[in-house]
């Protein structure tokens, strides 16, 4: 078997820097190169592997660091997500879309021999069914973010059937963590709560309290992750695409939830343009085909998140880290 060289650009933000570390522990920290437009790596990242600044719109400078490390797997995480989408289409466009090619080009030129990009919830829209998007549904998403992610999917599987090469993606729902704050999402408001629910026992959050979404911990996002990236080629019938769900609450739920642990936590409202975005996605994804093509299962549901989530960034608090 080949040793993995990986590659991962867009290594610096709310989901890279945690798979940097992740990938590091089980491929060698050398084996796991972590680059980003940013130069702004921890220390933790920078004592564990290497780490390069590139821009995933230059194509030479993605191809410099092929050769330079030999690399044959490469994970495209740089990207624009929902609300900064918003701000700035065309860098949204740029960056999701023609990085992404830049991406599949390299990797069809230098025989690369794999490639895993992340699709996202965004993909739906009107006309996919709101309760539960099925694997196969309509794609017509109203965020040039959402675009992105269907025209990335489709030419993904492009160049699975085009050119043989194994891409693979997942259709992320809003993820929650704690190392690293999420970069301009709409579910960002479901990690904000936690922080700001240890450090001032209240939120203003930007949607409304029945807003509902699909959601998944950070520990789930890894393995699924991996899981997909290791997961037997032959046994895929999708490849680009695959819903993952873990759980689905609404932010009164949440809040309830974090009024367990925290009884004088309060929450208050002001709806701004993410509520939109919020009510063009669907309320939780039925992930049968990843279930049953790659064994697929989530292991966190809200309390046991919650519990985690609160422990975590109470530590830091206290050690005066955020
Ligand atoms: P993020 O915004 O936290 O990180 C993206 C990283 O890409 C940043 O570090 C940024 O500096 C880098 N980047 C931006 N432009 C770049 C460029 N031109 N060249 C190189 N790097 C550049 O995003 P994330 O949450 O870690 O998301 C990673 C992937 O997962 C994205 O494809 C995103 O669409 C997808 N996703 C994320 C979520 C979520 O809730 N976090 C949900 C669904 C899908
Ligand atoms: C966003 O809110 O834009 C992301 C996503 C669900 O893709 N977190």
Known sequence: ???????????????????????????????????????TASEKLLNSGPF????IIDKNSIISLIKKYNVNTIIDLAA?????????PMLAWNVNINGLINVLEIAREYKIKQVLVPSSIAVFGPGTPTDCAPQETVLKPTTMYGITKVAGELIGD????KYNLDVRGLRYPGIISNETLPGGGTTDYAVAIYYDAVKYGKYTCFVKEDTRLPMMYMPDCLKATIDLFNADPSKLIHHSD???????????????????????????????????????????????AARKEWGWKPAYDLDSMTQDMLKVISEKHKKGLI
């Open 1 to 39: 078997m080949i040793m993995k060289k990986i590659l991962i650009i867009g290594a610096l933000g709310q989901i890279g820097s945690e798979l940097t570390m992740e990938l590091r522990k089980l491929y060698g920290g050398e084996n796991v190169i972590a680059s980003d437009k940013r130069n």
């Open 52 to 55: 390069e600044t590139v821009d």
């Open 80 to 88: 624009i997500l929902s609300a900064t989408g918003e701000q700035n």
């Open 158 to 161: 492009y160049y699975v059937k």
């Open 242 to 288: 695959f819903n993952v769900g873990a759980m689905s609450f609404s932010v009164k739920e949440m809040a309830e939830n974090i009024k367990k642990y925290l009884p004088n936590f309060t929450i208050d409202y002001k709806p701004d343009f993410r509520q939109a975005i919020a009510d063009s996605w669907p309320k939780a994804v039925d992930d049968s």
